[in-house]
């Protein structure tokens, strides 16, 4: 751009390089095997809620059969519990378990962290990217070298390698203490919501 003869030259924005499908599909991996884990020792928990609410006669006695006769009830609250991790992971932090372990972040399109709405969008939106086994995530990905899936594009965020975040866009570890507590509280709070809707 010229300005009474004087070239001003804007500044180059970086290109944003996304990290590739197989990692992120494999941080998703360890977050599900995190998730079984996470639902046997919360279904324990629950048993105990519910032994609680049948004492006060809250729940009728025959709940454990109920809740293998209403099992379906439960996929709703466990992808409910799933999307409050991501979001509260990747909007507080930037990784959940899975991505910390891969060395990965999630950061808004302008490298400034994730925020909770983005957060919330990008991890809504995977029940539409997994269709397939993940087909429709990835062929969106291929399209550029930001490599976003859909919910990339709708929030407006990018998956990038631990080292290529800039310096003012790193949060502190202790940080992810939090985030990862909120996460947890949060899937656990659903699992057991569950369990307590399938005993009814």
């Not at 390089?17 to 990692?23: E, H, K, N, R, T």
């Not at 884990?37 to 105990?48: C, D, E, R, S």
Request: include cysteine.
């Amino acid at each position: 751009m010229s300005v009474l003869g004087l070239s001003i030259t804007e500044p180059v924005q970086p290109v944003v390089v996304g990290a590739g499908f197989w990692i992120r599909a494999f941080a998703r991996v360890i977050d599900t095997v995190f998730g079984y884990i996470l639902a046997h020792f919360v279904g324990m928990a629950g048993a105990l809620v519910l032994i609680a609410l049948q004492f006060l006669s809250i729940v009728r006695p025959g709940w454990p059969l109920r809740i293998l006769q209403n099992r379906f009830d439960l996929v709703p609250f466990n992808i409910a519990g799933a999307i409050l991790y991501h979001t509260f992971c990747e909007g507080i932090y930037g990784a959940t378990l899975g991505k910390l372990f891969c060395g990965l972040r999630v950061l808004s399109e302008d490298r400034t962290p994730c925020r909770l709405w983005a957060g919330f969008i990008r991890s809504a939106a995977y029940i539409i990217d997994a269709f397939f086994f993940g087909l429709v995530a990835w062929l969106e990905m291929s399209k550029s070298d930001a490599e976003q899936r859909h919910g990339d594009n709708w929030a407006h965020t990018v998956v990038v390698k631990r080292a290529a975040v800039p310096a003012e866009s790193k949060l502190s570890e202790f940080r992810f203490v939090g985030a990862i507590a909120a996460g947890l509280c949060a899937w656990a709070v659903m699992i057991i919501g569950g369990l307590v809707v399938a005993a009814l």
